[in-house]
């Protein structure tokens, strides 16, 4: 399947879900890309200790 996922905020828990959902898909054989718009293309500030987003 191929999926595409697009992140437009700079909620750290937001793109934390998002690539946690992608790299599921991954995993299982999926095309998975992922887009970054907006706000999102700032997600490496967003993240926290909490909500690791380069995991």
């Known amino acids: 399947m191929k999926v595409l996922f697009v992140i437009a905020t700079e909620d750290g828990e937001t ?7 992608a790299n599921v898909g991954v995993k299982k054989g999926d095309e998975v ?16 200790e909490q909500f690791d987003v380069m995991c």
């Open 15 to 21: 793109i934390f879900n998002a690539m946690r959902l």
């Open 33 to 48: 890309s992922v887009f970054m718009l907006g706000k999102g293309v700032l997600f490496k500030q967003a993240g926290t």
